[in-house]
């Protein structure tokens, strides 16, 4: 069965720090992997996505995402964090062609001034 | 621009009520996706349907059923409202083929009183 866990649920960030954060999955095949980002109150909006190819794919709002099959992790980063990023943030795992996604209990992000 | 949309942000409900929750995507998707999401436990699916009149169980089930007698609309139907469904319910929808993602609903938070 497929699943991702993202270790840190809570983290705090400065204004203009560099950020990463963790994810990582368990996955029988070739899996696709996804960021989401969620505001306070709002639904979930794609940041990037992987499917294959080049392993550092590159997102909305400055975010990037590293793919290292060896160490079945997803990380998300950003290199300078802005007061608006503060959010939770999803990762999730699916199949290529089967559309069924599991995601994450989600990483909540607050970022001080 | 494309979306999803949830009939209610916001809605309170009485125990014992029967309470439908809509959703309705103008993307032509074949896929729908009904998850909850509660603190700490991330987003857990709770049916979906890849096609008019499919669906599917997901995750968590139990309590809940659903229609989708339309491609474009697929409802979420609480048989009898309990107060452990007081949660945020988010709708989703994503193309029948190759795995692009979800496009999300704004959510609906439903307490149950």
Same mark, same amino acid.
């Given at each position: ?14 204004? &203009? ?29 794609l940041l990037l996505k992987y499917f294959s190819g080049d392993t550092l794919v590159q997102g909305i709002k400055g975010f990037e995402a ?39 209990? &989600? ?7 | ?19 439908? !929750?809509?959703?309705? $995507?103008?993307?032509?998707?074949? #896929?729908?996706?009904?998850?909850? $999401?509660?603190? *700490? !436990?991330?987003?857990? !699916?709770? =049916?979906?349907? =890849? ?6 169980? *997901? ?18 139907? !609480?048989?009898?409202?309990?107060? #452990? ?13 190759? #795995? =692009? *993602? =979800?496009?999300?609903?704004? *959510? ?6």
């Amino acid at each position: 069965a497929q699943s991702v866990t993202q270790p840190d649920i809570h983290i705090t960030v400065s204004e &203009g720090a560099s950020l990463e954060l963790r994810c990582n999955y368990s996955y029988g095949a070739t899996p696709y992997l996804f960021w989401y980002v969620q505001s306070p109150g709002q639904g979930l909006q794609l940041l990037l996505k992987y499917f294959s190819g080049d392993t550092l794919v590159q997102g909305i709002k400055g975010f990037e995402a590293e793919f290292k099959r060896s160490q079945s992790s997803f990380n998300l980063r950003k290199p300078s964090v802005h007061w608006s990023d503060a959010a939770e943030y999803f990762c999730a795992v699916g199949a290529v062609w089967f559309s069924k996604l599991t995601f994450g209990t &989600g990483t909540r992000l607050q970022v001080t001034l | 621009d494309v979306k999803v949309t949830q009939s209610s942000r916001y809605l309170v409900k009485r125990t014992g009520e029967k309470v439908f !929750l809509e959703c309705v $995507q103008d993307m032509d998707h074949e #896929n729908m996706f009904w998850y909850r $999401q509660d603190p *700490g !436990l991330g987003l857990r !699916l709770i =049916y979906f349907s =890849y096609d008019v009149k499919m669906k599917e169980k *997901g995750d968590i089930p139990e309590g809940y059923s659903v229609s989708r007698e339309k491609k474009e609309r697929f409802s979420l139907i !609480l048989e009898s409202a309990s107060t #452990n469904q007081t949660s945020m319910y988010l709708c989703a929808s994503s193309p029948k083929h190759r #795995n =692009y *993602g =979800y496009t999300f609903g704004s *959510g609906t938070r439903l307490t149950v009183v």
